[in-house]
């Protein structure tokens, strides 16, 4: 277990002024939901210009090396670095209200804590210790496939990607997609347009989708279409830790 962490003022103010009433509502009813502005561009700078660092990294993957499309990105170490660990901290207590909802209404039983310190600790006592939080660099034709980020038995609900670089200025395609496969239907296909230091919640895996007896689940992947132009970055929080 990592040591206490003491968030920012200015970021962890920001993180509780969101409309947090806005979110639950359409998590819960849609999968997803898309926030104000989160992140200065001095902090989405700051992020992308350490993406060369070796010191602070658990991991780099290239994309083409395992068929998960073009690109790469790196995982973060433990200790996360302050404005990460901030946002991964001060979001989750305004997530698990609608987490546990999401359980309710799939008919599970668990119950999320109320503070991120102990869930990792959970996730920590079930063997998956590794972060997961992550920064993704995209270039000129790459891309990534639809995909889920479970890493592990336990998983929460709910994730975020954060958008690092300004659409229509730094890059151009790259729109990031979410799939929605419903039982007995076609597949549902959104882009959600963001704008850089902006963020998307978004369902891991699977979200409660009312029917005619019911709830019911329909499972969710994600991923990013071809990069026409430029470069992007992405910074994925991901509130569960790995094996």
């Known amino acids: 277990m990592t040591a206490p962490h003491h968030p920012m003022p200015a970021l962890a103010d920001r ?44 991991k780099h ?3 083409a090396r395992h ?7 790196k995982y973060y170490d433990y200790p996360l670095p302050d404005l990460v660990a901030t946002l991964r901290q001060e979001a989750y207590p305004h997530l698990v209200g609608a987490a546990n909802e999401w359980a309710t209404r799939l008919g599970r039983d668990t119950i999320f804590p109320n503070t991120h310190d102990a869930y990792v600790q959970r996730c920590h ?19 990534n496939c639809l995909h889920q980020d479970l890493y592990g038995d336990l998983h929460f609900p709910y994730q975020m990607a954060i958008l690092l670089s300004e659409p229509g200025e730094e890059f ?15 597949s549902v296909g959104r882009v959600v347009p ?15 989708r009312m029917g005619a007896r019911g709830f019911h689940r329909a ?11 430029g470069r992007r970055f992405t910074l994925g929080i991901i509130f569960h830790d790995a094996k």
């Open 61 to 63: 993957v290239i994309m």
């Open 219 to 229: 499972t969710m992947r994600h991923g990013v279409s071809e990069l026409l132009s």
């Open 125 to 143: 006592d079930a063997g998956q210790v590794r972060p997961t939080t992550l920064i993704l660099r995209y270039g000129a034709g790459d891309f």
């Open 15 to 58: 993180i509780a002024s969101l409309d947090w009433a806005r979110l639950t509502h359409d998590l819960l009813d849609h999968g997803f939901a898309t926030t104000a502005p989160l992140l200065t561009a001095h902090e989405c700078t700051d992020l992308v210009n350490r993406f060369e660092d070796e010191e602070g990294y658990r």
């Open 172 to 186: 151009t395609g790259g729109d990031f997609m979410l799939v929605e496969n419903r039982p007995r239907a076609q």
């Open 194 to 208: 963001l704008r850089k230091g902006q963020a998307v919640i978004f369902a891991v895996n699977e979200r409660p």
């Open 67 to 73: 068929n998960y499309g073009r690109g790469d990105y």
